[in-house]
């Protein structure tokens, strides 16, 4: 079919219903659209379409070219005037504030921050350094927590740094007759000291009980120090307790008191395996527990710290008092090696505190750790060690001591005493300043607890004891 034939088909098919092109013949049988001339008109007046000063104002003719201007639109003057125009107030509020979902936490204008209303959230965030809100959408995407706790600076008494919440401590009349805890910030209270009267007398009934039980058997001394060790052990528990910790008491007082018992009856190598006892048991009493909010991690740390910390090196007393019986070796019993080497380390740790207590108060200006106890200053140290020589020398000149002889030994027992007693001194103060305590106890009348008379001896008796083991100092008889 050649193109002439195709195109007068069409023309006659779609004739009826005019033509599909712009250049059509005017065959068309649709009227023409209002607002354009109608060229069978000769007036041309047709109704054309018109915009009002009201609407949406005139516009350009689509042939003209463009102009590159953002389009404009003249506001009415009627929305001046809100009355005549209520459609007007719902946009207005996109232009002040920026949409927030619902379940965003208003900000409040009490926390001391000014926002400028005119700077962009993002803008003010970048210039003050604020963390950008989480919003509830990114909660619902993500899963978190509404809450965002943040993680405190350092632990503090009542919590724990798995976020599990701890007993708090009770409130009204505190057990012990203790003083109540200091504010955030506050000063240190000025420290009354000592009763020294009662301090002296209390000292002098301690000194001839343990006297007394040297002179009769080394047995008795072992009682003596069973009974200490577990009273201190009441102690730190219930001071603790008292704080907001759970420890496991039962756990804890069984093994400082055992493990003396066993270090006594089996030696040195029973001392791991009543720790380890004392750790399993403590650690499986809080299975028992209805959930994590019982705090098992830091509750069985806190007991185990008075497993090591009285029961184990406690132990090492009855270590020493073991040189005076020897049970179970081949070696010749000497029953003065134990009693001796105990008497003279206890008669050393009174020499340094009695000597640090007068040469500090009388000219004591450098503290040694001033967070700890402003109290103690290095010029007491060196009092304290002065004096613990001194009364080494003492012996060693006198003869008192059948087992150390040698002033040479005697002068590294003075060394040894002289660091490890204020060592185990200032731990002691450390964690009462941790607690926010005075004292750990009442029991010793102008010294505090069992723990306040006797912290520097925790710390001395396995460093003697082991000084011993090298030393040995009943082989040597000349200075």
Known sequence: MSDESWRSRRDDDFSEFGSLFDDAESTQNLPPVAGEPDPDDPTNESEAISFGDSDTGSLPHWTEPPTGEIPRF????????????????????????????????PADPSDGVVVDEQLPTAQHRRVSDEPPPISGQHRRVTGESAAVQTEPSRITIGTDPSGMPRRQPPSGRRRGGGPPPRAAGAPAPRSSGRDMPVAIAVGLVLAGAFLAALMYRPVAVAALVVV????????????????????AVVPGI????????????????????????????????FIGARSVEAGPMPNVSITTLGMIWIGLLGSFSMLILRFSTNSGSLLEVAEHRGTDTLFLLALGVVANDVGALFVGSAVGRTPLRHWISPNKTVEGFMGGAMLTVIAMLLVGISES?????????????AVVISIMA?????????????????????????????????????????????????LEPWTQFSG
């Open 401 to 413: 001591s059948s087992t150390w002889s040698s002033n040479w030994h005697l002068l590294a027992l």
């Open 422 to 470: 204020p060592m185990g001194d200032l731990v002691e103060s450390m964690f009462k300043r941790n607690l926010d305590v005075k004292d750990f106890g009442s029991i010793v009348k102008g010294h505090g607890g069992i723990l306040d008379r006797f912290d520097g001896f925790l710390f001395t008796l396995p460093a003697v004891y082991y000084l011993t083991l090298v």
């Open 228 to 247: 200490t060790l577990g009273l201190a052990a009441v102690e730190f528990y219930d001071k603790v307790a008292e704080k907001g910790y759970r420890p």
């Open 74 to 105: 003249d506001v009415p003057e009627s929305a001046d005037d809100p009355d005549e125009d209520d459609e007007l107030d719902v946009w207005s509020s996109f232009s002040s504030e920026s949409p927030v979902w619902k379940d965003d936490e």
């Open 254 to 285: 069984v093994a400082c008191v055992a493990a003396p018992l066993a270090a006594y009856w089996l030696g040195v190598g029973a001392l791991p395996l009543v720790i380890a006892f004392g750790f399993m048991a403590t650690a499986g009493s």
